[in-house]
């Protein structure tokens, strides 16, 4: 064992994560408890603009484009996963992205009867330097399963709406 990894072992035995090539799945689903006791402790629930303007980002990273409609649909599953009330949804949705337009890191395209979504340069590399930040060793082979799995369900699958 290194010595920065002891170290970091004896302040705290919980920020030194164990992992196998062959149990990517385990080692993801600790990371999803990891991230979501973190954004619990810094207090920034989906069901806030805050919240929907930071989550907004990294599914339009990991899907390069995506349709409204199925914007709407994951973020409205999120928000029942997580116990959230879509009382309010339209509201917060509407206004986390005009808050995105304005900052220039989303931009919106028009394309026969639906409108799609996708970053700008900017919320590009916004949200690779937040990902570059993450502390995940192989994040890389975890990015591309993530994107593996929006595109096996976008291609092979008959209902892309349904994430599971």
């Known amino acids: 064992m290194l010595g920065p990894v002891k170290l970091i072992k004896k302040h705290n035995k919980n920020n030194v994560v164990y992992y196998s090539k062959d ?6 689903n600790e990371l999803r408890k990891t991230f979501f006791k973190l954004q619990k402790s810094k207090d920034i629930p989906i069901n806030t603009i805050v919240g929907l303007y930071y989550i907004i980002p990294m599914l339009l990273y990991f899907f390069n484009t995506i349709e409204l409609n199925l914007l709407i649909s994951i ?5 029942i996963k997580n116990g959230h009330s ?16 304005k900052e220039k890191i989303i931009h ?18 916004k949200l690779i330097s ?10 890389t082979s975890i990015y591309d ?13 008959n209902n892309t709406a349904s994430l599971r």
């Open 23 to 28: 149990h990517l799945d385990k080692l993801s």
């Open 75 to 79: 973020l409205k599953h999120l928000y």
């Open 86 to 101: 879509l009382e309010f949804f339209d509201t917060l949705f509407k206004s986390s992205l005009k808050l995105l337009y």
């Open 108 to 125: 919106r395209k028009f394309e026969n009867t639906s409108i799609s979504y996708s970053l700008t340069n900017k919320g590009y590399d």
């Open 130 to 139: 937040v990902l570059k930040s993450v502390r995940v060793p192989n994040r």
């Open 145 to 157: 399963s993530i994107r593996f799995g929006i595109m096996h369900n976008r291609y092979y699958t």
